[in-house]
């Protein structure tokens, strides 16, 4: 039975025929399932990804809001009812803006630069990857985008240079290449796939890699929280007191604040790999000490109103 009419009573479809009624190449639609795990699709008795008309349908609205604008991570776990809800046309005010992206691989460069494909605003472009490093040295960009046919494991140590270089998403296109050399490129963070023949696939796989922060709004200031007014010496000395009405909550209390003590100095020191990521972990400490600053208001009414030791000070 050929694939492409194929589809069980239920109204399901194999991979390449949903992809197709969505809009969208099958390489794109394993990479959107692999990156963001957008589909709960079913498995054939011969192990075959099987999609009914409800997730094609879901697929094609994505592949819309994605044309618009939209970022795929932010989309990938919305129900329908709220996809539904989603503009599917851009706002004239505020117009998106194309992504910019440097190209390693002179046939990519001909099939991307030579076409000014819409979405993507080439800002430089190189033949091979020795040369890439001192091509894209000054390059402001949003992606990076690799072409290299047959992709093996040497070229790892350059692609993996360029990407700390450059500090932008990574694309790496290929043609055969080893699923070792696959996982390695992964584990980088790159997005890796077949080296699509359309270039409006190209577009997709480079909307794709950006990250959701890149897409939204700045989340607003949060003031810095004030200094601490519990050490962790003072918290235990709290938990361990006794009180006239034999109440836990002191001790409840005391346990969170040292938990709460403790994720705002992990936050400080937490692995800051992006500007986006150290931009993050500042918002997760200032909303630990938000929350903070309220439990030790409630545990210092508390201590007095039980007569509980307080620090000096207060």
Not at 90 to 97: F, G, H, N, T
Request: charged share 20%; glycine share 4%; proline share 8%.
């Amino acid at each position: 039975m050929p694939e492409n009419i194929y589809a069980s009573e239920a109204g399901r479809y194999r991979s390449g025929t949903a992809a197709r009624l969505a809009g969208l190449s099958v390489e794109t639609l394993r990479v959107w399932e692999r990156r963001y795990g957008i589909s709960n699709a079913v498995r054939s008795e011969h192990g075959q990804r099987l999609y009914s008309d409800a997730q094609v349908a879901r697929l094609r609205l994505m592949k819309q809001l994605v044309d618009q604008g939209h970022a795929i991570g932010a989309l990938a776990h919305l129900p329908p009812d709220q996809l539904s809800t989603l503009p599917t046309r851009p706002d004239p005010a505020a117009p998106a803006r194309p992504v910019r992206v440097a190209l390693v691989g002179l046939p990519l460069a001909q099939r991307v630069a030579g076409q000014e494909v819409p979405g993507l605003e080439v800002v430089a472009e190189c033949a091979d990857l020795d040369t890439a490093a001192a091509a894209f040295a000054h390059v402001d960009m949003d992606v990076l985008l690799l072409e290299v046919a047959e992709l093996d494991e040497r070229a790892m140590p350059a692609i993996a240079a360029l990407r700390q270089q450059c500090d932008a998403a990574v694309v790496v296109l290929y043609r055969f290449c080893a699923s070792a050399v696959i996982r390695q490129l992964r584990t980088l963070g790159c997005l890796v796939a077949r080296a699509p023949g359309d270039a409006a696939e190209i577009v997709l796989l480079c909307q794709t890699a950006l990250p959701v922060q890149a897409r939204r709004p700045p989340a607003p200031p949060v003031a810095p929280a004030p200094a601490r007014r519990f050490d962790d010496h003072s918290l235990a000395v709290l938990s361990a007191a006794r009180n006239s009405i034999h109440c836990d909550c002191p001790r409840h209390l005391s346990e969170i604040l040292l938990l709460l003590n403790s994720f705002e100095r992990y936050s400080s020191q937490c692995a800051q790999r992006t500007p986006e990521d150290a931009v993050l972990h500042e918002e997760l400490k200032q909303t630990a000490g938000a929350a903070r600053v309220l439990l030790e208001d409630a545990l210092e009414r508390l201590a007095r109103a039980d007569g509980l030791p307080l620090p000096p000070g207060l």
